[in-house]
Structure formats: C-alpha cells, structure tokens
C-alpha cells in the first residue's frame, strides 16, 4: 500500500479518532514524443507546489480539521520518481469506507492530459479528485470562457481549484469528506497572505529522490514586471507578497534535520521580494553562527546588481546559483514582449557583479521571438559567448502558454494553437509562425543548444570558472547536464533527471502497448548507448577540468567577457552594434544618462 509512514505518524488516531480521511496528492508527469512517461530514478529539481500542500495537508491533520474524530493520512506522489499505483491507491480509500479524495499537485499545462488520465480510473472508482496548478488558474484568470480539456475534466466530476491554497485547504478537505465538492473554486482575486504560513517541505524519502537531496520552498510570490509570455504574474500577481525570515529559517531548519544542504528559492525574481535583506541576513546568520552550510539557488532579473548591496548580500548567504532572465540581446525583441527591464547596456554589469561573488550563472533564450531569423540567433549566440560571462544557457522556443498574455491575444485573433496541452512546453512549436515550419523551429531550437555548448566554448566557460573564483567541481555537472539532456533526451534540461525510468505499460491512451520483444531490448540498447555517450562526456569534462586547475596561470586567464565594463565598449562590442536596434538601444540610454547625470555615477558603480 502506498500510505507513508510519515503521514501515520503525523496523524496519530486518540482512541475517539473510528475514521481516517486518505488525502492523496499526485504530481503528474507529462509523455514523451513517444506517449511513455517521462520518469527518473533521481529528479533534479524537487516540486515546490507537491511541498506547499504537503506542508499544508501536514497542518490540516495535527490541527484535525476534519473533526476530533477524524484523522487524516496524507500519501505523497511525485511521478517523476515514482510510478502512480493507482489500484493500490483505490484499495487504500477503499478500505477506509471510500473516505478520501485525490488532489493533483501543481499541474501545469504540459502535464494537464496526464492529470486527467490519472483522474479517469479515480472518477469511475467514484473517488474525489481536485486538480489545480497553473494551467487551471491560468485559463481562469485569462480566457471569458472554459477551455475543452476543462470542460473534460468538468464532466468527468473532478473539481478545478484556480489560485493559491493557504488558508483554503480546511474547506477543501471538509467538502471532500462531506462529499459536497463545488465543481470550480475560484480564489484568483482574494491571494493571501503567506506570513506564518506552512513553509513548504516533502517527505524525507521523497527528497532522498532528488538529486543532491535538493530542496525548494518560496520566500514570496508575485513579479512587478509584464513580460506577455508569463503566466506567474497573472495568477500569483504582480505585487510582492513574502514569507518572514522566520519562516525562511524554520523551512532551512527542517530540511537540514533531514540531511539537506542545497535550496531553491523558487520565487520567479527574488530580487523584487520585500524582504530579501532580512532574509540573506538570517541565512548569512545561519551560515556564519551556526556553520549550517547552506547552498542556496534563486532567479533574479536582469537589474538586480543595481539594488545596493543584493549581489554582495547573496553571496554572503550561500547564493553559489543564480538563473536570470536573459531571453534575447535584440532589444526589438524584448520591447515587442513587454520586456522593458531588460537593457543590454545591463547584462555585462549584472553578469560581471555576480561572477565577482564567484556565482554560476545560469541564463534563458527564448527562440521565436517576432523578431529572431535563424541568422540572427546562431549571430546572437556567437556575440553571447565571446561578450557575455555566462556559464549555462538554455535555449526554449517561445510557447504561448494559457494563461499568458501571448495566449489571450491569440485566442482572441482566433489563431490556430495545437489543442495537444501535453507539448506545451520546451521543445515544441504549437502555433504557426511564418519564418520557420514548426519542424524548422524545433530543429533550430536544437542546434542552438549544439551551437552553445561546443567543446572550445565548454573550455571557455570552465577557464572563465577557473579565473572568477567559480567552483568548477559545481560547474562540470551543470555542464554536463546542459549540454546533453536535449541530445540524448529530447528534454529541456529543467525536465530532466538521473537515469531514465519507462515501464512498457505506462504510456499515453490510444497509443498501442508494444510487445515484450521489441520493448525490452529497444530500451536496453537506448540505455547502453545513452549512458555511454554521458559517461564520455563525463570523462571528456573531468580531464578538461584537471587539464585547466593544473594551469598555474588559471587565475590570471582573460577574455573579452570578463573584461570590466568600459565607457567606450558601446561602440566597440557586437553585442551593442550588431543591429540597429541596439544602437539605438545604446543611443537611448546615453540620453537618458545625459539627462539625467546618471552616466558618471553608473561607471562608478561597475563591478571591476
């Protein structure tokens, strides 16, 4: 049976406590291009919306809101480790009289038609089950009607839960058990308050399936910005909304009780949270006092290395990974997104100030843009290696995701978007645009990566480590699994994992179960040759690794990225002459620094 050991002792039945309530909750997968489902043995990144309601069912059963004579047990699923059992979990919420529900976790839309392949065998059971995350909040907050696959999911019985669940889940669960679930709960106007809430956490064997033992929670939600491709500022808003440094340091406390070490901090710009002095102190304190020796991951945008003292501070308080938001060097890009926070005149500062705290830097390019050609990315690529300092890019076409402002605006121009939700995500093209073929764009999404990630440039990168104080020992798996994942794969990194799991029987409904003799040796011939293929790239980087720490002049390596920022280099660099729109970009900038005197002071402030 699947019910956990932690959630028996978390809910520990008085003798009054006759009944226990099976709350379920499921993370879905999504499918490969072949219809099997995308598992690990290991994960690389843990799901903080599986930990948020975890966190908060845990608090639902200690605080017995179901009544002092019901218990609730609470079992966790991550399909991306662990296969979803689902007759063993109707078993269990059988052999409890049928009290219990299922709820999916943070489904977003790439993972929406697996939701409901899981839900289907659950509703003919006549087992609750609520599906919320973003794909529901997002066509809630965007769209004046239900899409098609809501409407499924609607006539299947399954209730839609759309925005954020703090200070909800009491209700939720006593509808649940009342068996009076509302067909939509819809809280995308009333966001709460996330002070003193349950910080987020899993189960300890569930981190143990991660990776490093990673672990997520967010310090605050909400991004002030309007980039037209996001989804996050219209369902989590765009006003900053933060934990307490308490919180913070009771979710680190928790965790490292269990062995963990490394964090993601899972807001989308950390940057813009309130809070964030207060709480690279208290982690700084953590570090420094308590010698808890904590590794912290955040996003930030572009702009950050102008708030006095963020960069320096993140250093402090273990940031050794950062992910910003590059997206695209054509400033006609950006604009047409509503990207106006970006500034190329910025991204050498910002890159330079980060190195200077030994961080990796971790970057997103975003192709098809209204604006990109073939020719201008693989030109865009070549200025991004020779200028930018950058250690890992990865590359995603630009998907128009429900819930977008992307979306909306071509709903409403009754464009065609591929109506398959399951190939909404990295690697696909889902609506037309008229430079390329869908398959062309897929395919030069492709050769980016390969463009990106050439052995010279690998060495760059590491030699570029090597002089900024960086760790490469860090550095060479980041590589490793950037470099790879998409070519052995066919997954964005971000998706991927340690050792790939497929079972012959776990794949996409209407595509046909293969026979024993073509599925087992077929996936034992992709297993040798892909593990082959890794552990060569493996060994080619840990020899390129030895080769450059063995060089006594690695500290005094330079190129023109780490170059410091110049008062002349808008004249002489690709990356701010390459087109016209960013000379006038550049043009821009130096007026509003003339007008404003801000040109001397901003020199001033450049990291060396």
Same mark, same amino acid.
């Given at each position: 049976?699947m019910?956990t050991?932690?959630?028996?002792?978390?809910a520990?039945?008085?003798?009054?406590?006759?009944?226990r309530?099976?709350f379920?909750l499921i993370?879905?997968?999504?499918y490969?291009d072949?219809?099997?489902?995308?598992?690990?043995? /290991?994960?690389?990144l843990?799901? =903080?919306?599986l930990?948020?309601?975890?966190?908060l069912?845990?608090?639902c059963?200690?605080r017995a809101?179901?009544?002092?004579?019901?218990a609730?047990?609470?079992?966790?699923?991550?399909? #991306?480790?662990?296969?979803?059992?689902?007759?063993?979990?109707?078993?269990?919420?059988?052999n409890?009289?049928?009290?219990?529900?299922?709820g999916?976790?943070?489904?977003?839309t *790439?993972?929406f038609p697996?939701?409901?392949?899981?839900? /289907?065998?659950?509703?003919?059971?006549?087992?609750?089950?609520?599906?919320g995350g #973003?794909? !529901?909040?997002?066509?809630? @907050?965007?769209?004046?009607?239900?899409?098609a696959d809501?409407k499924?999911?609607l006539d299947?019985?399954?209730s839609l839960?759309?925005?954020?669940?703090?200070g909800r889940?009491d209700?939720?669960?006593?509808?649940a058990?009342n068996? *009076?679930?509302?067909?939509?709960y819809n809280?995308?106007?009333?966001?709460?308050a996330?002070?003193s809430?349950?910080?987020?956490?899993l189960?300890?064997?569930h981190l143990?399936?991660?990776?490093q033992?990673?672990?997520?929670?967010?310090?605050?939600?909400?991004?002030?910005y309007?980039c037209?491709?996001c989804?996050?500022?219209?369902?989590?808003? /765009?006003?900053?909304r933060?934990?307490t440094?308490?919180?913070?340091e009771?979710? $680190?406390?928790?965790?490292?009780?269990?062995?963990v070490?490394?964090?993601?901090?899972t807001?989308?710009?950390? @940057?813009?949270?309130?809070?964030?002095?207060?709480? #690279?102190?208290?982690?700084t304190l953590?570090?420094e006092?308590?010698k808890?020796n904590?590794? !912290?991951?955040?996003?930030?945008?572009m702009?950050?290395?102008?708030?006095?003292?963020f960069?320096?501070?993140a250093?402090r308080?273990g940031?050794?990974?950062v992910?910003?938001?590059?997206?695209?060097?054509?400033?006609?890009?950006?604009i047409a997104?509503k =990207?106006?926070?970006?500034?190329?005149?910025?991204?050498?500062?910002?890159?330079?100030?980060w190195k200077?705290v030994?961080?990796?830097v971790?970057?997103?390019?975003?192709?098809?843009?209204p604006?990109?050609?073939?020719?201008?990315?693989?030109?865009?690529?070549e200025?991004?290696?020779?200028?930018l300092?950058?250690?890992?890019?990865?590359?995603t076409?630009l998907c128009p995701?429900?819930?977008?402002?992307d979306?909306?605006?071509?709903?409403?121009?009754?464009v065609?978007m =591929?109506?398959?939700? =399951?190939l909404y995500? +990295?690697?696909h093209m889902?609506t037309n645009?008229?430079?390329?073929?869908?398959?062309?764009w897929?395919?030069?999404?492709?050769?980016?990566?390969?463009?990106?990630? *050439?052995?010279d440039?690998?060495e760059?990168?590491?030699?570029?480590a090597?002089?900024?104080?960086?760790s $490469?020992?860090r550095?060479?798996?980041?590589?490793?699994?950037?470099?790879?994942a998409l070519?052995?794969?066919?997954?964005?990194?971000?998706h991927?994992?340690l050792?790939?799991?497929?079972y012959r029987?776990?794949?996409?409904?209407?595509m046909?179960i293969?026979?024993?003799?073509?599925f087992?040796?077929?996936f034992?011939?992709?297993?040798?040759?892909?593990?082959? /293929?890794a552990?060569r790239?493996?060994?080619w980087? &840990?020899?390129?690794?030895?080769? $450059?720490l063995k060089d006594p002049?690695?500290?005094s390596?330079?190129?023109?990225a780490?170059?410091?920022?110049s008062?002349d280099?808008?004249?002489?660099?690709?990356l #701010? %002459?390459?087109?016209d %729109? +960013?000379?006038?970009a550049?043009?821009?900038?130096?007026? $509003?620094?003339?007008?404003?005197?801000? &040109?001397?002071a +901003?020199?001033?402030? *450049?990291?060396?």
């Amino acid at each position: 049976m699947m019910a956990t050991k932690e959630a028996n002792r978390m809910a520990t039945a008085s003798p009054q406590r006759k009944r226990r309530f099976q709350f379920i909750l499921i993370k879905p997968s999504r499918y490969d291009d072949d219809g099997y489902l995308i598992q690990w043995v /290991r994960a690389y990144l843990p799901s =903080n919306s599986l930990a948020v309601l975890y966190s908060l069912a845990r608090d639902c059963a200690r605080r017995a809101v179901l009544g002092p004579d019901v218990a609730i047990d609470v079992t966790v699923v991550d399909e #991306f480790t662990t296969r979803v059992r689902i007759k063993e979990l109707i078993a269990l919420i059988r052999n409890h009289d049928g009290f219990g529900a299922v709820g999916m976790a943070g489904v977003q839309t *790439t993972q929406f038609p697996r939701a409901l392949d899981i839900a /289907r065998p659950f509703r003919a059971a006549d087992v609750p089950v609520i599906i919320g995350g #973003f794909h !529901v909040s997002g066509c809630l @907050a965007m769209l004046p009607e239900l899409q098609a696959d809501l409407k499924v999911a609607l006539d299947m019985g399954i209730s839609l839960f759309a925005g954020e669940v703090e200070g909800r889940l009491d209700g939720i669960l006593r509808d649940a058990a009342n068996g *009076t679930l509302q067909p939509i709960y819809n809280y995308l106007k009333e966001l709460p308050a996330l002070e003193s809430e349950p910080t987020p956490i899993l189960p300890g064997k569930h981190l143990k399936r991660i990776v490093q033992s990673f672990a997520s929670f967010d310090a605050g939600r909400g991004c002030p910005y309007q980039c037209s491709f996001c989804v996050i500022i219209n369902v989590q808003g /765009r006003k900053s909304r933060g934990r307490t440094p308490d919180d913070v340091e009771r979710a $680190i406390r928790e965790h490292w009780a269990q062995g963990v070490r490394h964090f993601l901090i899972t807001d989308d710009n950390f @940057a813009r949270h309130k809070g964030w002095e207060a709480i #690279f102190d208290r982690i700084t304190l953590l570090r420094e006092r308590d010698k808890m020796n904590i590794r !912290v991951m955040i996003q930030a945008d572009m702009l950050c290395h102008k708030i006095p003292n963020f960069i320096e501070k993140a250093g402090r308080a273990g940031v050794n990974r950062v992910f910003v938001g590059l997206e695209s060097i054509n400033p006609a890009n950006l604009i047409a997104t509503k =990207n106006r926070q970006n500034k190329i005149t910025e991204y050498r500062q910002n890159l330079l100030a980060w190195k200077k705290v030994g961080g990796i830097v971790t970057a997103g390019y975003i192709i098809g843009f209204p604006y990109d050609t073939p020719e201008s990315i693989y030109k865009d690529i070549e200025i991004i290696k020779k200028e930018l300092p950058l250690d890992i890019l990865g590359f995603t076409l630009l998907c128009p995701l429900p819930g977008s402002e992307d979306h909306k605006v071509l709903w409403e121009k009754g464009v065609w978007m =591929n109506p398959d939700m =399951n190939l909404y995500d +990295a690697e696909h093209m889902v609506t037309n645009n008229p430079i390329l073929s869908k398959e062309g764009w897929e395919e030069l999404c492709r050769s980016a990566w390969k463009a990106y990630y *050439t052995p010279d440039h690998i060495e760059t990168i590491l030699r570029r480590a090597a002089a900024s104080n960086c760790s $490469i020992s860090r550095l060479v798996p980041l590589i490793w699994l950037f470099s790879s994942a998409l070519e052995l794969e066919g997954i964005h990194p971000y998706h991927a994992g340690l050792l790939r799991r497929k079972y012959r029987h776990d794949r996409r409904p209407g595509m046909p179960i293969e026979p024993i003799w073509s599925f087992y040796p077929r996936f034992a011939w992709e297993f040798v040759s892909k593990t082959t /293929r890794a552990l060569r790239l493996l060994l080619w980087l &840990h020899l390129t690794k030895r080769r $450059i720490l063995k060089d006594p002049a690695r500290y005094s390596y330079m190129d023109q990225a780490l170059t410091p920022v110049s008062d002349d280099e808008t004249e002489k660099l690709d990356l #701010f %002459t390459h087109s016209d %729109t +960013a000379r006038q970009a550049v043009a821009h900038v130096h007026k $509003i620094e003339q007008l404003t005197g801000a &040109h001397s002071a +901003a020199r001033a402030e *450049t990291p060396a």
